[in-house]
């Protein structure tokens, strides 16, 4: 069964900017910790950006001052606002929760972002 629903990818040009959504279910957001992940063709999946229950965020140091994660508790969403994004931003983002259920790992399926002008 799909928990995390992402939408808000495409296409867009250098210096442009997104907003990624991922819904999923109240139990699900009360996790420990949700966020982002990508993986571009050939590369491994690595972590964009976490918010965790208390509402601290962490970003890799590739989109520090340009990726902003955020919730929304009444919605139980979870959003990415990217901004001055660049060409080696091209990846499938995956929405993520850290959970206490089994497996504790849940993903979404995943939206496409393509930089390029």
């Known amino acids: 069964q799909v928990q995390l629903v992402e939408s808000g990818g495409g296409l867009v040009q250098p210096g442009g900017s997104l907003r990624l959504s991922c819904a999923t279910s109240?139990?699900?957001?009360?996790?420990?910790?949700m966020g982002w992940y990508r993986q571009a063709p050939g590369k491994q999946r690595e972590l964009v950006a976490l918010?965790?229950?208390?509402?601290?965020?962490t970003y890799a140091d590739f989109v520090k001052g340009r990726f902003t994660v955020s919730r929304d508790n009444a919605k139980n969403t979870v959003y990415l606002q990217m901004n001055s994004l660049k060409p080696e931003d091209t990846a499938v983002y995956y929405c993520?929760?850290?959970?206490?259920?089994?497996?504790?790992?849940?993903w979404g399926q995943g939206t496409q972002v393509t930089v390029s002008s």
């Open positions: 993520y929760a850290k959970t206490s259920a089994n497996p504790s790992d849940v």
């Open positions: 918010i965790i229950s208390g509402g601290t965020t």
């Open positions: 109240g139990s699900i957001f009360r996790s420990y910790a």
